[in-house]
């Protein structure tokens, strides 16, 4: 009986290679700054949360805030809306 597998193996090497179509049109639609679109970060560890927000903000989102607790996340959700 032959090898069965071969013809899959073909299959898979014809379609292992790189991805087709505009990536850098991707790729820059993905990089683009996300201006206007206000957040609200919330966690219990600071050292996350600051860093989620510091990379939130280098990336254009509108930081109105940062919560510690569940609480502290609605008071600034109800007067930011993000």
């Known amino acids: ?27 820059r639609s993905e ?19 600051e860093g989620i927000a510091s990379l939130l903000e280098r990336a254009g989102y509108q930081l109105v805030g940062q919560a510690g607790d569940g609480s502290e996340l609605l008071r600034l959700a109800r007067e930011h809306r993000p």
């Open 31 to 49: 990089a683009s700054p996300a201006t206007g679109i206000r957040v609200v970060v919330a966690d219990d560890d600071v050292l996350l949360r």
């Open 1 to 27: 009986m032959g090898n069965a597998t071969a013809p899959l193996r073909r299959d898979l090497a014809r379609s292992a290679g790189p991805p087709r179509g505009d990536t850098q049109a991707v790729v």
